[in-house]
């Protein structure tokens, strides 16, 4: 079968905004940072209504495939009854109010920490839908909060890469570029150890219900393993 493409699309951009919005205050806060900048705070309401619109078009486009028809083809009862009779409406709902917090706290205040706990509350949202948001028990718990770690560990990194080119672009030439460039490495390697293990253990998981090396899930994960392998030479991980 094949994948839907506006799913897949709608899921990458919605993610990608998730991991970005939290990953920027994410490592400010551990680096120190209480107070952001006002034009920090703008950049972060504005990329939280951005990831409403694209949780929205994924919302619309998860019903979509539930129902077998095109997103155009969608009547308002279609999408109500689909969304309060599975776990889409309420994750969506938690995703949406948290959201509209962090972007009331970036226009209201300039501390961090409110902003980072939408973010991260919005974030994890993503545990509860997909492969993981299907499990039942104990155990779909414990992969959902495998998850939220890997997510959590995903955004730092990419915040930390996002304010170290920044800084790179202000600083070069100036002593403090090295300051920058080791305060990285070593978020870097923490955050790579965080996520090569709870990615080992989410993949063993999903792994022992059937593994097939020609799926396109073990030859996505296949690439990404690839990929992480120069980084973790460098940083001296295994």
Do not use: C
Not at 82 to 107: C, D, Q
């Amino acid at each position: 079968m094949q994948p839907d493409i506006g799913l897949v699309a709608a899921r990458f951009l919605a993610t990608a905004l998730l991991l970005v919005r939290a990953g920027i205050p994410f490592h400010l806060a551990i680096n120190g940072k209480k107070v952001l900048a006002q034009n920090v705070r703008v950049l972060m309401a504005v990329l939280a209504l951005a990831a409403v619109i694209a949780s929205v078009w994924w919302a619309l486009e998860s019903v979509a495939a539930m129902a077998s028809t095109p997103v155009s083809a969608l009547d308002r009862e279609t999408v109500l009854a689909v969304l309060e009779a599975t776990p889409l409406g309420t994750v969506l709902a938690l995703r949406i109010a948290a959201l509209a917090g962090l972007i009331v706290s970036a226009m209201l205040a300039a501390r961090t920490l409110p902003i980072l706990v939408f973010a991260l509350v919005a974030l994890a949202s993503s545990a509860w839908t997909g492969h993981s948001g299907s499990a039942q028990g104990g155990y779909g718990l414990f992969q959902r909060l495998l998850d939220v770690v890997h997510l959590g560990g995903a955004s730092l990194w990419l915040g930390a890469l996002l304010v170290f080119l920044v800084s790179v672009s202000r600083r070069v030439g100036k002593p403090s570029l090295v300051t920058s460039l080791s305060a990285f490495a070593a978020t870097g390697t923490i955050v790579v150890g965080a996520l090569a293990l709870t990615g080992g253990v989410n993949a063993v998981m999903i792994g022992s219900e059937g593994w097939s090396m020609a799926s396109g899930w073990t030859q996505l994960l296949a690439v990404k393993v690839f990929l992480e392998g120069p980084y973790n030479a460098d940083t001296g991980l295994m």
